[in-house]
């Protein structure tokens, strides 16, 4: 099979309700021809939406990508709770009850607008947040929702999260439209479940879709229809390797240091061209794009207290 050259970079694609994020990857491998495909964060089956793929060598930098954040637009449905905190699962007991409580022809009543809003917006911040019990989280080794279809449910330790934004767009009856914006490992399905609870009236998620991960967004996206009819075509679409991690600050090195580079050698300073304002170019904090004089990237240092800098991800 031949293969796309240059086939390395991102490919981001807008995930349909359904398949699992493994399922969106093999679609892919199968589309390149190409078996270094990994996916950026999983998305649920119900979720839809920005799921970005590292492809051939892009695969190295995933690591540098699990800080992100991530922006959602969401469905949260207040008087029903299941047990995995979205609307796939099965309505658990405690829900069940409520309905029976207020009788066959009546809905449970639910709080006021205000009262939603105040109790949404106490949630901004960072806490700790306890994972639904049916998860991909793993316990002991074992991934969660693994043990509760062995009927061995784990409760999973809370752990640190921030969601920065909770914005309720709308509510339209036991329907809340809203938009969160958030850390990497926070779960909106918590985030409805923990909301309900607090309300008093439980809650599950109804639908979600990720509108933006990191820099990524929809605008970049393609459709699974689309990976699955274009094949080797669709590298086309990938954001090259050379144009990622815009934020992180970059050095240009010259032909000695590139070839240093590409054996993982320490680089010294008369082996990187000096900035444009005649700053220090080996004193950043944090990873550091490598690159050649024609902008391509070569690897990911980091600067060392002795003025060297350390190719620590080499790309070539």
């Known amino acids: 099979m031949n293969r796309v050259p240059a086939c390395d970079g991102v490919l981001v694609v807008d995930k349909p309700n359904g398949p699992t ?6 679609c892919v491998r199968r589309a390149l021809h190409l078996k270094k495909v990994g996916h950026l964060g999983t998305l649920d ?24 954040a991530k922006q959602y637009s969401a469905v949260i449905l207040l008087g029903l709770t299941t047990d995995t905190a979205d609307i796939t699962g099965n309505v658990t007991r405690s829900s069940a009850e409520r309905l029976k409580a207020v009788g066959p022809n009546k809905a449970p009543a639910l709080p006021t607008p205000e009262t939603i809003a105040a109790v949404a917006s106490s949630f901004v911040g960072s806490y700790l947040q306890r994972p639904p019990e049916i998860s991909a989280k793993k ?14 449910p784990a409760q999973l ?26 850390s990497s490992g926070f779960y909106v399905r918590a985030l409805a479940r923990d909301l309900g609870t607090l309300l008093g009236c439980g809650g599950c998620l109804e639908t979600l879709r990720r509108e933006r991960h990191g820099t990524f967004g929809l605008s970049d996206s393609v459709s699974l229809s689309r990976v699955v009819e274009d094949g080797l075509s ?11 991690l815009p934020e992180v600050p970059r050095v240009v090195v010259n032909d000695q240091g590139a070839h240093r580079v590409a054996h993982g050698n320490l680089l010294q300073r008369d082996e990187v061209f ?43």
């Not at 994020?21 to 093999?26: A, F, K, L, P, T």
């Open 274 to 316: 000096p900035t444009r304002s005649g700053a220090p170019t080996l004193a950043n904090k944090g990873p550091v794009r490598i690159l050649n004089r024609r902008g391509n990237l070569l690897a990911i240092g980091e600067c060392l207290a002795s003025g060297a800098l350390h190719p620590k991800i080499v790309l070539v």
């Open 139 to 152: 316990v002991g080794g074992i991934r969660a929702y693994k043990l509760a279809r062995q009927r061995r």
């Open 234 to 244: 669709i590298a086309r679409n990938l954001i090259p390797i050379d144009a990622l």
């Open 45 to 68: 089956p119900l979720a839809t939406g920005v799921l970005p793929l590292v492809v051939g060598r892009a695969t190295r930098l995933a690591p540098l990508f699990a800080g992100s």
């Open 21 to 26: 994020s493994h399922d969106i990857v093999v």
């Open 157 to 182: 330790e809370p752990v640190p999260v921030t969601l920065e934004t909770f914005t309720v767009l709308s509510n339209d009856g036991p329907r809340l439209h809203c938009r969160v914006v958030c």
